[in-house]
């Protein structure tokens, strides 16, 4: 038997405002008062702490405590409960199991000298950083690409995003230098290898992880001088196909192929004192692929009644 410990009180007035009671305060009971109930329970956040065995050993709630007056003809409670395994770091989810739209997309990466224990194959998922998500160019409020360089923004499901920045080239940069800058800035310094199926899918199940398709597309000059060409990024797109998986009464969202997608352009050295500036952009797009619900019946069951020849003898 695991005693169930109160983790916080939280006091919410009529007009929504919470405050927070100190620890040495203790469960209060909800009493009439002025033509108001108060301390009534209008939320309880539990948290159950388990062994890799699945035995509780902890168990936490949180409420949230009101007042209710007579003239309300309704009230909204609100019931959440999590789970955390022993001595493991808890990870964000983003659906549970299907993608919840707004939540981020998870992005793992594959070890170095695969093949590993499954448990390892997603090593970058094991903590709660940055960097177990998608992410894409941030855009700030001085479009500059070189200060814009390590700004990320979560790559959110079921939202197209675009943002971007512009370069200001001048004749002194050089070419190599300028190409690897553009592609941090576009990809950031850790582009994720892979992609969660489902938005709860766990860094052990390794089948339930898509890689990202890279690709690389050229456009066509953008300087017509006579010095040698220089191949530089100026965006980065990235395609998220999903499809609706389970029944048709509940579909989940699943993440079935993402493509990222670099397209390079040819930059040739400007002439000495003379300047250019290229926009630079990247993009999100979700592509919903599912086929059309059709709701199916199960056929009606057949009886194949076989009589012995002389069931209905003396009769017949």
Not at 80 to 95: A, K, R, Y
Not at 297 to 307: E, F, V
Request: proline share 7%.
């Amino acid at each position: 038997q695991v005693n169930i410990t109160v983790q916080s009180i939280v006091i919410q007035s009529l007009n929504g405002m919470r405050t927070l009671l100190s620890s040495s305060d203790v469960l209060r009971l909800p009493m009439v008062l002025d033509e108001l109930c108060i301390n009534a329970v209008l939320g309880v956040n539990y948290h159950i702490t388990h062994t890799d065995t699945g035995e509780i050993i902890e168990a936490a709630a949180a409420f949230v405590l009101g007042a209710i007056s007579k003239e309300a003809l309704s009230i909204e409670q609100s019931f959440e409960i999590s789970f955390t395994q022993e001595n493991t770091q808890p990870v964000p989810l983003s659906g549970n199991p299907g993608y919840v739209v707004g939540l981020p997309v998870r992005a793992g990466f594959q070890p170095q000298g695969y093949p590993f224990p499954a448990a390892f194959l997603f090593a970058a998922l094991a903590s709660s950083n940055k960097h177990s998500q998608l992410t894409i160019l941030h855009s700030t409020p001085t479009q500059d690409c070189l200060a814009a360089q390590g700004a990320r923004a979560p790559v959110l499901f079921g939202y197209n995003m675009i943002s971007g920045c512009k370069l200001r080239i001048t004749a002194a940069m050089k070419c190599q230098p300028l190409a690897q800058t553009l592609l941090d800035v576009l990809k950031g310094q850790s582009f994720p290898e892979y992609v969660a199926s489902f938005g709860n899918s766990q860094a052990q199940d390794v089948l339930d992880w898509v890689p990202i398709t890279q690709l690389h597309i050229s456009e066509q000059m953008i300087s017509h001088t006579l010095q040698s060409p220089c191949q530089i990024p100026v965006s980065l797109g990235i395609e998220v196909k999903w499809t609706k998986y389970g029944s048709l009464v509940n579909p989940q969202a699943r993440i079935v192929n993402v493509t990222a997608t670099i397209t390079t352009t040819t930059l040739k050295q400007l002439p000495s004192g003379r300047e250019r500036i290229i926009p630079i952009t990247s993009s999100v797009v979700f592509t919903d692929i599912s086929s059309p619900a059709e709701p199916s019946y199960k056929a009606w069951p057949t009886i194949d009644i076989k009589l012995p020849f002389d069931f209905f003898y003396p009769f017949v």
